[in-house]
């Protein structure tokens, strides 16, 4: 990516140093990233929306990449993950922005609008469709009664325990091992140790090079801050009970991959396509069905997806 243009900076925000890839001129679009990714995931999209006029602006979350990650699993509640936006914005004199997530990216720009719709003129978030808080049960708990145990996100909460884990595989292997995964229905993920002698052909839409774009910025900063986020699911929930019941109220668009992991979670078809999604984003103006795409579509289907994009954020 060098010779690109894309420019580097740090900015102290909420406490912390955050880490910003920005090209371009214009109207501002936030773009969020998912696990485990980087600003690096968005390197086609800023090329190609600064191209058409827009300022394009891709951060490392907290304890991603080269921004700071602080050692407590509190310190990744979605309040921070959403503080640490609003005073980017804030630093960057930005009082509006077009918003863009995916995967975590799109947890945390639902999470953005519920609590400041004032900064965002519009949404295009990508895999995950808005989750309303459902007072009776905690997030792990609910993953856990369909899929037991073994499922990631089970997984995930025990403090150390996947950290070892991946670091007998190897982080490039790991980022492999998700990145090429194409089986939606394949939710004990991280059994990986049973994989990790596998030949991983990469696809075209990722080279080598890419991967050792992530793997040296995973092997320096490490799998903990990422992981945290999902050990601050319950925390959230709790965190988040005043506003359940409260709808998403900015113009939205939705685009997801018929072979996204997340898109064959138990109800999330019924809740996108039956009323659901509608009732709870009023303001939801298209959903899109990619076929044949998988989790990490907005590289997988780069053009189409800074497509999707433009197309929506150039009417407002």
Known sequence: MEGDGIGHRVLEVNGISMHVAEKGEGPAVLLLHGFPELWYSWRHQ?????????RAIAPDLRGYGDSSAPPSVASYSILHLVGDLIALLDALDIPQVFLVGHDWGALIAWSLCMYR??????????????????????PVQHFRSFYGDDFYICRFQEAGKIEAELAGI????????????????????????????????????????????????????????????????????????????VQIKVPVKFIVGDLDLTYHFPGVQDYIHKGGFKRDVPMLEEVVIMEGVAHFINQEKAPEITDHIYNFIQKF
């Open 170 to 245: 190897g982080t490039e292997k790991f980022l492999k091992l998700v990145f090429c995964g194409r089986n939606p229905t394949a939710v004990s993920l991280l059994k990986f140790k049973e994989r990790s002698n596998e030949e991983i052909a990469l696809p075209a839409w990722l080279t080598q090079q890419d991967i050792d774009y992530f793997a040296s910025k995973f092997d320096k900063s490490g799998f903990t801050g990422p992981v945290n986020y999902y050990r601050c699911l319950d925390l959230n929930w709790e965190l988040s009970a005043a506003w359940t019941g």
């Open 46 to 54: 800023i090329l190609g929306l600064a191209a058409r006029g827009y």
């Open 117 to 138: 719709a004032d900064r965002v003129k519009a949404l295009v978030n990508l895999s995950v469709s808005f989750m309303p808080i459902n007072p009776a049960v905690k």
